[in-house]
């Protein structure tokens, strides 16, 4: 196979990625880092996939259908952004394991799948729901700060092994069992704690989430 075949099999495979949350709600902070993570790894699409039942933390104050409407109207038209809502049609906690096999069934054996994760939801991975499965199933890429490599913790320099490459390009060589820690520069300082006590306590939320969002909750009364 010459190099530009190759080149052009490379591309034909399917790579896509999901970034879960509660999105409650959804924030530029989470939008932008989404749109740069597709940039940053070529890929096909980002599925921003609102947990039902967070495992990790209490059941969030807005129901999963708010959340997915929010989710939608943040995202609009975006190129490559998809509001993906198969952890709220399921029961029970929404372990990102089942959520990564639901998309390795759809999308098949060679497609190219990404478990985003936040540098510091990494740091607890090993603690997380059959953690062992999640490469099974995906790649995991760690969106850092530039100033923010640290040692692991060893439970999980033990799962990650000899898993870590340096380019996306290694990482994609395979469908699953990867594992990249990736520089984004633009971490927006914006948590969705700080823009619910800003609208339970009548604050400006402006600037902090997209426009169709704010007029989300304010036509639904959330958050007050
Ligand atoms: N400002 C931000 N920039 C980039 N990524 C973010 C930002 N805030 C959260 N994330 C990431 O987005 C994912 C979903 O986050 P989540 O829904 O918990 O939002 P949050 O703002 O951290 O919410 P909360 O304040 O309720 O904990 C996580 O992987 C988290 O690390
Ligand atoms: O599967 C697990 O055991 C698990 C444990 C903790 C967090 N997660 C997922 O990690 C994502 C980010 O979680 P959080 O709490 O940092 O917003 C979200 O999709 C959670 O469902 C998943």
Redesign the pocket.
Known sequence: MSVADQGASESAVLRVAM??????P?????L??AVELREALALDRVHLI??HV?PH?TA?GVSGEQRLAMLEAGIGDTPGLVADARELRREGPSYSADTLASLREELGEQARIVM??????FLKLASWHQPERLFALAHVVV?ERPDHRSALPAALANLVGEREVGTSRELFATPCGGLLRLS?PS??????????QRLATGRSVRYLLPEAVERHIRTHGLYR
Not at 116 to 121: E, F, L, N, Q, R
Request: proline share 8%; glycine share 12%; aromatic share 2%.
């Open positions: 970034l879960g949350g509660t999105f409650d959804v924030h530029l902070g989470h932008r880092s609102p947990a967070p933390r969030p985003a994760v936040g540098h510091d939801a969106i984004l971490r927006m300082a914006i948590s969705a704690t700080d823009i619910r």
